[in-house]
Nanobody, 115 residues
Framework: QVQLVESGGGLVQSGGSLRLSCEAS????????MDWYRQAAGKQRELVAR???????KYADSVKGRFTISRDNTKNTAHLQMNSLKPEDTAVYLC?????????WGQGTQVTVTS
């Protein structure tokens, strides 16, 4: 059974930083794509950052220059370094891993940014 577990969320003041981690277990194959999504209260889930197994990276416009996604292909882990955080970054952050036709989601980690 494939599981993704996020960690690293918390409460931080505006301008602060957090580093999120996502660890996949139960799969020995390399996840082709690892994404970070977020969902704020009352809003739709949105893609924050994506990294492929080949290192192709994509960011949402709202986080470009502030967030950095990285991964360790040998461990099927992904990280999201979030700097210069803003109150509007407050959300549950979820990790998604994809292989072939399958998507695997984590439970999410809460990030709260106070002004």
């Amino acid at each position: 059974q494939v599981q993704l577990v996020e960690s690293g969320g918390g409460l931080v003041q505006s301008g602060g930083s957090l580093r999120l981690s996502c660890e996949a277990s139960g799969i020995i194959l390399r996840l082709e794509v690892m994404d970070w999504y977020r969902q704020a209260a009352g809003k739709q889930r949105e893609l924050v950052a994506r990294i492929t197994s080949r290192g192709i990276i994509k960011y949402a416009d709202s986080v470009k220059g502030r967030f950095t996604i990285s991964r360790d292909n040998t461990k099927n882990t992904a990280h999201l370094q979030m700097n210069s955080l803003k109150p509007e970054d407050t959300a549950v952050y979820l990790c998604k891993g994809s292989y072939s036709l399958y998507d695997y989601w984590g439970q999410g980690t809460q990030v709260t940014v106070t002004s």
